[in-house]
Structures are given as C-alpha cells and as structure tokens.
C-alpha cells in the first residue's frame, strides 16, 4: 500500500469519527454544530501530521499500523463522546497531543532510528521504575498519587487556580521497559537459551544472564503489588515472561509463567479486598447484582441487547455501565454498533497485532527485531486483558483498551509504540 492511500485511509477515519460526532449530536437534538468540525480538524490534524513525518523522514515505514490505529480511534471517541461530551472534549485534545508526541519522536529518530535507543537501556530501566513509582508520592504534595477504584496508580499536578491535571505513569513505562529489555535480550539472548547449570535432576537457567531481568521484573512488580495495581503487574509479567520466550524459543518459560501467574493470582486473592471483589463479579456476577457484580452485569446487558447491528448511536444506555468510558468501552460500542461493530474491533486489533509481529519478523537487526515483538507483545496482552474481562472470560483488571478507551496518557504512550513500530518498519525496509 502507498503512502497516498494510507493518506486516504487516515482521512476516511477522521470522517468516521466526525460522522459518529454528527449521529451524537442529532440524538440529542442539537444536529450539526461546531463539534462535528472540530472532531474532523483535530483527526486530521493528529493523523496528519504523523504521515507528513513518516513521508519525510519514515517514507518506507509500514503503512497499515496507523490506519488500523485511526480506525480503533474513530470508534472509541465517538462513543467516549456520547458517553460524556466533556470526557469526548478532553479526548479529542489529547489525541491531538498524542499526534504531535508521535511525529515528534519520528523526527528525533531520523537519523540512526531507534538502534539509539539500545545504548541507554539501564537508564529506560531506571526511569520505567521510576515511572511506576510516582503513584506512591504522598497526597499532601503539589505532585501526588492518586487512588481509585482500591488502586493507587494515577499521579496528580497541583494547578493554579484550584485545577489539577492527572495522568497515568504506568502507560509510559512499559514503553521504557520494553526497550530495556528488548536491549537485553539482543545482547544475551543466546546465552539465556542454550547455556544450563544442572542442580540434581534439574535444569537451571545460568544466574549471570537472568539476573539483571529477574531484578528488573522484582523491582517493578514488588512497586505495583504495593499499588496494588495487578492489571498493569500482570500486563508488565506477561511483557517479561513473552520476550524471555521470543528470545529463547523455550516453553518451559511460557508453562513456568502460568505457574507463577496462578500462585501470585491466589495470593493477590486472599491479601487484597478489591481483588477478591472482581474475582465474585467474574464467577457469579447476579450473585449481588447491587454491588459487587452491578459493572459486570451491566456489561453483559449490553452485549446481550446489541444484536447484530446495535441499536444505534446515542440509542443505548451504556451510560448505565459504571467506567463505560474506560474499562467497559468496548460493551459501549458492541451495545450500539452491534456484534458488525465488536467484529469490526476484535479484527482491527487482530490485523495491528499482526503488522506488529510481521515488522519483527521482517527485521534482521536482533535490538530491533526484540523491540518490535516487545512492543506488539505489549499492545496484544493489553487488548486481550480488558477484552477479556469484557467478555467475562477473565476478571477485570481495570487496565485501559488500547485507542479506544478515555485516558490521555495511555493514548499518548500508544501513539508513541506506533511511531517506534513504524521506524523499526522503516529501518528494515531501506
């Protein structure tokens, strides 16, 4: 595909979502206004300005990652507006925000690509732990954590005026995480998968090699468990546990996780209440539809109700999802585009993570290879997790979908993965 028809593709995507704005807008009696317009501009301007970068300085970058990620966009702020037409305001900026992040980070790395970015990978360690733990800065400070929903894993600013402004550091450090041990694994990768130092009958790993990423892992899951964020420490262990694997070809890796991931799920049940919460509202969710089950119950009458075309924009009532904006986006949008809508989702995350895994595989450069199945890993597990728990397979972890879901930070660090997918694209196409 031509860079003019991944143009046209972005374009077509920002008249998705001025459309989805414009169907809002007559729902509520308001009709065509300003908003649609603004909706349309912002898109374009987000989207454009990252093809316009990837054109100068990217030209034979992937062309499918943003289009796929412009569609997911248009979907999810269309329904994140007709939620809440403040949340849908606010969306909108920081996707703007977002595009101008992206095209920034594909200027800076015009010139070596991102095989600058191996040299620091101890200080992209020390900054993703960092990151994970400014949630737990004091509530009295201007810069504070923030707790919710049993969670402490938002950060706070202080603002003149009584204003505040609040992001979410977890997002952006499993960016630096990923680099540093996509970095790690270049250099170490064939040691850690054919070298054994047999203990009795057993085969163990060589300590020299893990034990840089065993003390990475420690370090940022003993800060999230203290959080008690699980859903990020579980999306950071399958991070982990993923490239140990790409890097070493070994299912023992892949059958260990699950042990640990089972062992750490029990004692995650019995020490934190809110864990024990969702794991009832997963199983029996009716069991106390009032309370603890009220969410998930919700979900499932969303889905249920949607049938095979939804009932229309600004026809349902996924207002009566609690987090229908953040955890439930994906009930929103099946509730009121229909099972056609969710497919069209599923598929659209199913052919992104596909690119993902396809620049890694096209990529002879090993950092740049490790880097791009880390990233795609990332963006995988993240979208299966809250689909999942959508979908009552899994409980919920209260992390955010990828491009869809409200949160500014998150759809920044997104935007950023692509721009890093799209010059590793890059790099190993010229």
Request: glycine share 10%.
């Amino acid at each position: 595909m031509t860079r003019s028809a991944e143009a046209a593709l972005l374009v077509t995507a920002g008249v998705v979502a001025a459309f989805g704005t414009a169907l809002v807008g007559f729902t509520r009696g308001v009709g065509l206004d300003a908003q649609v317009a603004l909706t349309f501009l912002v898109f374009v301007g987000a989207f454009g300005s990252v093809h316009l970068a990837l054109r100068r300085w990217a030209p034979s970058a992937n062309p499918y990652v943003f289009p796929l990620a412009a569609f997911l966009t248009a979907i999810g702020l269309t329904e994140v507006y007709r939620l809440d037409p403040n949340l849908g305001s606010i969306q909108r900026w920081s996707l703007l925000i977002a595009g101008v992040v992206a095209s920034g980070v594909i200027f800076l790395l015009r010139g070596d690509g991102v095989v600058i970015l191996r040299r620091y990978r101890y200080l992209f360690l020390a900054a993703g732990v960092a990151l994970l733990m400014l949630p737990l800065l004091p509530s009295t400070w201007a810069l504070h954590g923030i707790e919710a929903n049993g969670s402490r894993l938002w950060v706070g600013i202080d603002l003149p005026g009584s204003r505040s402004l609040s992001f979410q550091p977890g997002e952006i450090a499993k960016l630096c995480l990923a680099i540093f041990l996509a970095s790690y694994l270049a250099d170490y990768h064939l040691a850690m998968g054919t070298t054994r130092r047999r203990i009795g009958r057993l085969d163990v790993p060589p300590l020299r090699q893990f034990g840089p990423i065993l003390l990475a892992a420690g370090a940022a899951f003993a800060v999230l468990v203290y959080q008690r964020d699980l859903g990020a420490s579980l999306l950071l262990f399958a991070l982990f546990v993923g490239a140990i694997y790409l890097a070493t070809g070994k299912l023992a890796y892949i059958a260990f996780g699950g042990v640990l991931v089972f062992v750490g799920g029990l004692v995650s049940y019995q020490a934190f209440s809110h864990v024990q919460r969702r794991v009832a509202a997963w199983l029996d969710p009716f069991a106390d539809f009032s309370d603890t089950g009220y969410q998930v119950a919700q979900g499932l009458f969303a889905l249920g109700s949607g049938s095979l075309t939804g009932s229309g924009i600004g026809q349902g009532r996924p207002d009566l999802i609690p987090a229908a904006a953040t955890d439930f986006i994906f009930a929103a949008v099946a509730e009121e585009m229909g099972l056609a809508g969710a497919i069209a989702v599923i598929a659209a995350f199913a052919l992104l993570v596909a690119a993902g895994f396809g620049i890694a595989l096209h990529t002879r450069d090993l950092f740049r290879k490790f880097l791009a199945a880390c990233l795609t890993l990332v963006l995988a597990v993240q979208a299966l997790l809250i689909l999942a728990g959508v979908l009552r397979l899994f409980p919920i972890t209260g992390i955010t979908l990828p491009f869809m879901s409200y949160g500014g930070t998150s759809l920044v660090a997104n935007m950023v993965l692509l721009a890093l997918l799209a010059r590793i694209s890059h790099g190993a196409r010229s």
